[in-house]
């Protein structure tokens, strides 16, 4: 009897130790298993987190690749009217430095003209230094020279008939006009204010038939290039003094033989 209650003790104590171990294993597995669901939320949440931060840092990253797009769009654009704007650049350059250069070219032509024109009026000077200031004078304007020859050296009054004095003029101006071939000639007959009478209808026929008279002496008679001389009457329309006295009067009763170099090179360098 003893012996069996031993047993029974014995059976208890070990069940009753069995009991409690696998109660402390049961709460402790437990507690693992709450601090496992609170570390499983806790990484949810953080996965979460993250999650959400991806997205964010992709729209970022989105946002600025189409920034760098459109800066790129940009700077190509740019690149193109810097490109365009360059080659205008060069172009007015390349037209500025022709318009420079023709420039100087139009300058060295104008003071060749220029000191062609003082030579031409020094020779015809010393060739016609025979006669006097009241017969003839020779003078530069608006870079041409000027033989203005008086009524009182070439014609009889309302005639367009040359006296011998004034055909003696016209050789030695004719000599100085056949050594210098690049000399244009314009021949222009001017009266006075007061009506003509006789042969000629008016101060306009007088004008015109005098300088006519004087280019037939120089082609005819002196072999100057007809392709060189111009004639023309003027009547009493350009003045060199007044009309109201005769002294005035005396003065705009001339003939000028108006001498200019040919303009050919200048009218190519302006592409005239």
Not at 80 to 97: D, F, H, M, P, V
Not at 259 to 272: I, N
Request: glycine share 4%.
């Amino acid at each position: 009897m003893n012996t069996m209650k031993k047993y029974l003790v014995i059976i208890s104590a070990v069940f009753l130790l069995s009991s409690c171990v696998a109660k402390r294993y049961l709460t402790q597995s437990q507690r693992e298993t709450a601090s496992l669901r609170e570390d499983s939320t806790q990484l949810a949440n953080s996965n979460s987190s993250l999650q959400a931060n991806i997205a964010s840092l992709k729209d970022q990253i989105a946002t600025l690749q189409k920034n760098i797009d459109d800066l790129n769009g940009k700077i190509s654009g740019l690149s193109s009217q810097n490109s365009q704007l360059g080659q205008q650049t060069a172009e007015q350059q390349s037209k500025l430095t022709q318009s420079q250069k023709q420039l100087q070219q139009l300058q060295a032509l104008l003071n060749q003209q220029k000191q062609a024109s003082e030579e031409l009026k020094n020779k015809m000077t010393e060739a016609l230094k025979g006669f006097n200031s009241n017969e003839l004078s020779v003078y530069q304007k608006d870079g041409k020279v000027y033989v203005s020859l008086s009524e009182q050296l070439l014609f009889p009054s309302g005639s367009a008939v040359v006296n011998p004095k004034g055909v003696d003029a016209l050789s030695k101006l004719a000599a100085v006009l056949n050594l210098n071939s690049d000399v244009s000639v314009d021949i222009e007959g001017h009266t006075d204010s007061i009506p003509i009478r006789g042969r000629y209808q008016d101060n306009w026929d007088l004008s015109t038939a005098r300088a006519n008279a004087i280019v037939r002496i120089l082609v005819n008679t002196y072999k100057v290039d007809p392709t060189r001389v111009i004639s023309s009457g003027h009547s009493y329309y350009d003045p060199v003094a007044t009309n109201s006295t005769p002294e005035g009067r005396a003065k705009n009763r001339r003939t000028d033989i108006i001498l200019s170099p040919k303009l050919e090179e200048m009218y190519k360098l302006l592409g005239m």
